[in-house]
């Protein structure tokens, strides 16, 4: 599978990475996928063949990175994290590519992502929040507090620390700790009756292993619209899994 890349303007002008596979003009359904966080759109998108199924079943596969992540800016200046900037990035793609009519997915703070624009306005046909729960929305604090303190932390957590994985993860991808820090403020709680008005067909994909974001069930239930699909694996394996591929191509063709 090829996958190109170019670049565009985020919010405040950031320039932000933007790798694109699958059928382009107007021949492959635009299917916008945003990547977890400290992870890039190749490590959950492509590497382990998520976006060659998509292909495969006719999408043109939008992956960005995510300012602070893979080949995007990861500005210092705090002025360039307003509350919600991926929301907002989100909002410039959308634009920078004139689409009004594509689909939406995200996987853990990429879900979070495409919720929260959605709630803000955007309007994909059908919406996928992969490795979510209510709790990783409803309760976001709790998570960001855990994730500045992996960042605080970091080269001191030792195995056996609920934090370990994560610092390592940071560590293998190479992210650049202070614009994290500076990210992970951006984000806010988003209410369960924010969520319950999200009107589009939505897919609640999560591992059966996977709790890190809280209760995907109690997410579909807060859905308008949802179906709720498992597939085998933890936060960190599920991405890894076939079945990813195949739920999502499933709910997109249906």
């Not at 705090?78 to 793609?93: F, H, I, K, S």
């Not at 820090?181 to 996977?210: F, H, N, Y």
Request: with cysteine; charged share 20%; hydrophobic share 40%.
């Amino acid at each position: 599978m090829d996958v190109t890349t170019e670049y565009y303007e985020g919010f405040g002008a950031t320039r932000l990475a933007l790798h694109r596979a699958g059928p382009t003009g107007g021949e492959g359904r635009p299917l916008i996928l945003l990547h977890g966080l400290f992870s890039s759109a190749h490590v959950n998108w492509v590497k382990f063949g998520t976006a060659a199924q998509l292909v495969a079943a006719g999408f043109e596969c939008l992956m960005p990175d995510l300012r602070v992540h893979g080949d995007s800016a990861a500005p210092h200046d705090p002025a360039d994290y307003p509350p919600d900037v991926l929301a907002r990035d989100l909002e410039a793609l959308v634009a920078h590519l004139g689409l009004d009519d594509f689909d939406l997915g995200g996987f853990s703070l990429g879900s979070r992502t495409s919720a929260r624009a959605v709630i803000g306005g955007l309007r994909p046909r059908k919406l996928i929040l992969a490795g979510m729960g209510l709790e990783g929305l409803a309760g976001w604090a709790r998570r960001q507090d855990f994730f500045i303190d992996v960042i605080d932390r970091f080269g001191t957590i030792r195995p056996g620390d609920p934090a370990y994985v994560s610092q390592q993860f940071l560590k293998t991808m190479d992210v650049d700790r202070v614009a994290a820090r500076l990210l992970l403020q951006t984000m806010e709680d988003t209410a369960p009756d924010q969520l319950a008005a999200i009107s589009m067909p939505t897919l609640v994909l999560c591992g059966d292993k996977d709790n890190d974001n809280g209760s995907a069930d109690r997410l579909a239930e807060t859905l308008s619209h949802a179906t709720r699909a498992t597939i085998p694996g933890t936060h960190m394996s599920s991405v890894t899994m076939p079945e990813m591929g195949r739920e999502m191509v499933s709910f997109l063709t249906t």
